[in-house]
C-alpha cells in the first residue's frame, strides 16, 4: 500500500510540473513566443492573459519570431530591478498592483550596441506570469 502512495505522489508531482509554462518570467515569454509558433492557443491565451493588444495576434507573433530567426536566436533576460532607471521602477511600482518583472528580448548575436529591444512587463498573478505590457525600445530608456 504504502509503494503504491509513493508512486501516486510522484505520478502527480510529475503531472503538476508538466504543466507549468515556467518558473520565471523570462521562461514565460520564451513559452509565449514557441506557443505562438505552435499555434497553441490554450497556452497562448493562459499567458497574453488579459493583455488586449495580444488578443487574437497568435499569428502575428509567430510572423515576427519567425522573422527573427526562431526562440533559439533570441535572448531572453530578466533584468534585475537594481539595473533599471529608478524611473521606470517608481512608473511600474504605481501602475502595477502586483509583483513585476521586466524581460528584455534582444537578438542573441547583434553587431548594433543601439537595436531596438523589446521590454515585456510580466505581472505575477496568483502565482503565474502574464503580460502586462509590452514595450518597443532602447537599453537606454529603461537601463542605468
Known amino acids: 500500500m504504502k509503494k503504491l502512495l ?7 508531482v510529475l503531472l503538476t510540473s508538466a504543466c507549468s509554462i515556467g518558473s520565471s518570467p523570462d521562461k514565460v515569454v520564451e513559452a509565449l513566443f ?11 491565451n493562459e499567458i497574453a492573459g488579459s493583455y488586449g493588444e495580444l488578443d487574437g495576434s497568435i499569428e502575428m507573433i509567430g510572423v515576427m519570431v519567425r522573422e527573427m530567426g526562431g526562440v533559439e536566436k533570441l535572448n531572453f533576460e530578466t533584468i534585475k530591478k537594481k ?10 511600482d504605481d501602475k502595477y ?3 513585476w518583472e521586466v524581460v528584455m528580448v ?11 529591444v523589446t521590454f ?3 505581472e505575477k498573478v496568483d ?6 505590457e509590452i514595450e518597443p ?8
Open 6 to 12: 509513493y508512486v501516486l505522489m510522484i505520478g502527480l
Open 34 to 44: 514557441k506557443a505562438a509558433l505552435k499555434n497553441d492557443e490554450e497556452t497562448y
Open 83 to 92: 539595473s533599471m532607471l529608478k524611473e521606470v521602477q517608481e512608473d511600474l
Open 97 to 99: 498592483k502586483n509583483p
Open 106 to 116: 534582444s537578438p542573441k548575436k547583434s553587431e548594433d550596441e543601439d537595436e531596438e
Open 120 to 122: 515585456w512587463v510580466m
Open 127 to 132: 502565482g503565474d506570469y502574464m503580460v502586462g
Open 137 to 144: 525600445g532602447y537599453k537606454e530608456d529603461v537601463l542605468k
